[in-house]
């Protein structure tokens, strides 16, 4: 607790300066009395957790009180001040003396309803509107015509009232930089979208049902970030005409999966890409092309590692392709997922000497595997998931030569007879988080050695969470994990300080005693 200490006495300074500067500010800003004078409320409370930090049981008390009150007072002062500088008119159902003539920037937060006349010096106003969010339910939004100055209009939580015909005139707004939709009832883009020439963001995330785009998309050569509802066929001529294309999510399907496998290699600036195969390559697999669309599709993605790739979400057929190499080139990939399961770990994954955040979903884990994942030196958030039983002999050790920067793992079995893997001393040394799912009859099956995972080994370890499947389970196995999970917190060196969780799933479907099973199984056949 020294650095605690030395931090007390460092912040105790800092803090009473600016306690007593907001005093002076009281006095200067008026209008905003009431969020000063919690704001120093707050600050005492700062001042009073740093002196109990030896004490976690205060802090836990503190924390709770804090999270209640501190969201909600920075937002009230934030209002204040953007309404007094007026750099945002936010609309939230209270009741206006005045609404500055003049508005750059509304967020509408509530109905429409409540404050027409408000939405009606919008439209007045509307050659100097810059930014529109609408977060309510209006009966309607101002028609988009002579917007001249909007570079956002974020309809995103507009939900079910939006349709075609209140999106009719967006080729009017040739400011527009960002553009995100959300309904159900928008089935179309108009045509008109291609005269966007300044688009950069276009999100229809929430769109679902759209199903194509226009051909004018092509036109938009600025725009940098495009993402839509998987449902949308994707017109595959788009990827050779737009070379801005920084972010691409989420590709379910294309009208013509060869062309788009191959000209997706063209988009050298692309950052963050997810692609869903099954459907992507569907319309290759009724050709007979599926081989050589997958050979186009690695082809053009080992081509973008090269590049500027960082975020990389995929399925586990294209990764198994993708990262056989044992010299894969993706030197800037930092983020990667693999949606579905593979066999087992890529031998060119312990390559890729860059990548901070993975999830993978394996069926065949052994010593060779843990230790392609183990050299992966940038690792610092690892989901894995393990189906089948994955190991021939002794279960996968996690030593002290690997995950030397790990800090966060999400683990999960199924199907996996004990524990899956096991932690040796010295293993995970950074290890903050650790979150383990598993079932409890697997875990307790008669063929595994030890339920011991060797959790009092992670010697930084701070939060636990622990989910037990107790589906087909008796009491007694769910009681025994759980048992288990407490001996390792009973032996860990950081017990005292670290925080435990652990919850059962399913617990209905728990028996009571092994002959309740037997006779459930017997019944069952």
């Given at each position: 607790?020294?650095?605690?200490?030395?931090?007390?006495?460092?912040?105790?300074?800092?803090?009473?300066?600016?306690?007593?500067?907001?005093?002076?500010?009281?006095?200067?800003?008026?209008?905003?009395?009431?969020?000063?004078?919690?704001?120093?409320?707050?600050?005492?409370?700062?001042?009073?957790?740093?002196?109990?930090?030896?004490?976690?049981?205060?802090?836990?008390?503190?924390?709770?009180?804090?999270?209640?009150?501190?969201?909600?007072?920075?937002?009230?002062?934030?209002?204040?001040?953007?309404?007094?500088?007026?750099?945002?008119t936010v609309l939230s159902g209270r009741r206006y003396n005045s609404v500055p003539s003049r508005i750059r920037r509304v967020s509408v937060q509530s109905s429409g309803r409540e404050h027409k006349e408000a939405i009606h010096t919008i439209i007045k106003s509307k050659i100097h509107v810059r930014s529109l969010n609408v977060f309510?339910?209006?009966?309607?939004?101002?028609?988009?015509?002579?917007?001249?100055?909007?570079?956002?209009?974020?309809?995103?939580?507009?939900?079910?009232?939006?349709?075609?015909?209140?999106?009719?005139?967006?080729?009017?707004?040739?400011?527009?930089?960002?553009?995100?939709?959300?309904?159900?009832?928008?089935?179309?883009?108009?045509?008109?979208?291609?005269?966007?020439?300044?688009?950069?963001?276009?999100?229809?995330?929430?769109?679902?049902?759209?199903?194509?785009l226009p051909s004018t998309i092509v036109q938009l050569q600025k725009l940098a970030r495009l993402f839509f509802s998987r449902r949308l066929v994707l017109p595959a001529d788009m990827f050779g005409s737009m070379q801005a294309l920084e972010e691409v999510s989420d590709i379910g399907d294309v009208d013509n999966a060869l062309k788009?496998?191959?000209?997706?290699?063209?988009?050298?600036?692309?950052?963050?890409?997810?692609?869903?195969?099954?459907?992507?390559?569907?319309?290759?697999?009724?050709?007979?092309?599926?081989?050589?669309?997958?050979?186009?599709?690695?082809?053009?993605?080992?081509?973008?590692?090269?590049?500027?790739?960082?975020?990389?979400?995929?399925?586990?057929?294209?990764?198994?392709?993708?990262?056989?190499?044992?010299?894969?080139?993706?030197?800037?990939?930092?983020?990667?997922?693999?949606?579905?399961?593979?066999?087992?770990?890529?031998?060119?994954?312990?390559?890729?000497?860059?990548?901070?955040?993975?999830?993978?979903?394996?069926?065949?884990?052994?010593?060779?595997?843990?230790?392609?994942?183990?050299?992966?030196?940038?690792?610092?958030?690892?989901?894995?998931?393990?189906?089948?039983?994955?190991?021939?002999?002794?279960?996968?050790?996690?030593?002290?030569?690997?995950?030397?920067?790990?800090?966060?793992?999400?683990?999960?079995?199924?199907?996996?007879?004990?524990?899956?893997?096991?932690?040796?001393?010295?293993?995970?040394?950074?290890?903050?988080?650790?979150?383990?799912?598993?079932?409890?009859?697997?875990?307790?099956?008669?063929?595994?050695?030890?339920?011991?995972?060797?959790?009092?080994?992670?010697?930084?370890?701070?939060?636990?969470?622990?989910?037990?499947?107790?589906?087909?389970?008796?009491?007694?196995?769910?009681?025994?994990?759980?048992?288990?999970?407490?001996?390792?917190?009973?032996?860990?060196?950081?017990?005292?300080?670290?925080?435990?969780?652990?919850?059962?799933?399913?617990?209905?479907?728990?028996?009571?005693?092994?002959?309740?099973?037997?006779?459930?199984?017997?019944?069952?056949?």
């Amino acid at each position: 607790m020294t650095g605690v200490g030395a931090g007390t006495g460092a912040m105790n300074s800092l803090l009473g300066k600016l306690a007593a500067l907001l005093g002076d500010q009281y006095r200067l800003l008026k209008r905003i009395r009431k969020e000063v004078e919690f704001l120093q409320r707050e600050i005492r409370r700062m001042q009073a957790l740093l002196k109990t930090l030896a004490d976690m049981h205060k802090l836990e008390e503190l924390e709770k009180d804090w999270k209640c009150n501190v969201h909600d007072m920075v937002l009230d002062i934030i209002k204040s001040l953007s309404d007094e500088e007026n750099f945002a008119t936010v609309l939230s159902g209270r009741r206006y003396n005045s609404v500055p003539s003049r508005i750059r920037r509304v967020s509408v937060q509530s109905s429409g309803r409540e404050h027409k006349e408000a939405i009606h010096t919008i439209i007045k106003s509307k050659i100097h509107v810059r930014s529109l969010n609408v977060f309510g339910e209006m009966e309607k939004i101002p028609p988009l015509v002579d917007f001249h100055s909007l570079r956002v209009l974020d309809l995103g939580h507009a939900n079910w009232w939006l349709d075609n015909k209140d999106i009719k005139n967006i080729g009017s707004l040739p400011q527009l930089r960002y553009l995100r939709l959300h309904s159900a009832r928008i089935t179309e883009l108009p045509e008109e979208i291609g005269k966007l020439q300044h688009l950069e963001t276009l999100d229809l995330r929430e769109c679902n049902s759209i199903r194509t785009l226009p051909s004018t998309i092509v036109q938009l050569q600025k725009l940098a970030r495009l993402f839509f509802s998987r449902r949308l066929v994707l017109p595959a001529d788009m990827f050779g005409s737009m070379q801005a294309l920084e972010e691409v999510s989420d590709i379910g399907d294309v009208d013509n999966a060869l062309k788009f496998a191959k000209d997706l290699g063209c988009l050298r600036r692309l950052r963050k890409l997810s692609i869903f195969h099954d459907t992507t390559l569907g319309r290759a697999t009724d050709g007979g092309h599926e081989k050589s669309c997958l050979e186009l599709l690695v082809s053009s993605l080992s081509e973008l590692g090269k590049y500027k790739l960082q975020y990389l979400h995929i399925t586990g057929d294209i990764g198994i392709h993708l990262f056989r190499d044992p010299c894969s080139t993706f030197s800037h990939l930092q983020d990667l997922e693999l949606t579905t399961v593979i066999t087992e770990v890529p031998k060119g994954m312990a390559s890729l000497a860059s990548i901070v955040t993975l999830d993978i979903k394996v069926r065949i884990f052994d010593e060779e595997g843990l230790y392609r994942l183990m050299g992966m030196p940038s690792l610092v958030h690892l989901q894995l998931k393990l189906s089948t039983p994955s190991w021939v002999g002794r279960k996968p050790t996690v030593g002290s030569n690997g995950f030397k920067l790990l800090k966060a793992f999400h683990y999960k079995t199924q199907d996996i007879e004990g524990t899956g893997i096991v932690f040796a001393p010295g293993a995970m040394p950074l290890l903050r988080r650790l979150h383990i799912h598993w079932t409890a009859k697997d875990v307790m099956s008669g063929h595994c050695d030890s339920i011991d995972l060797g959790i009092e080994h992670l010697s930084s370890l701070a939060h636990l969470q622990v989910e037990t499947d107790c589906d087909a389970a008796t009491l007694g196995e769910v009681e025994a994990v759980e048992g288990s999970v407490e001996k390792a917190v009973a032996l860990h060196p950081n017990r005292h300080t670290l925080q435990v969780h652990i919850r059962r799933e399913y617990e209905y479907y728990m028996y009571e005693d092994h002959k309740e099973r037997e006779e459930m199984l017997n019944i069952l056949g």
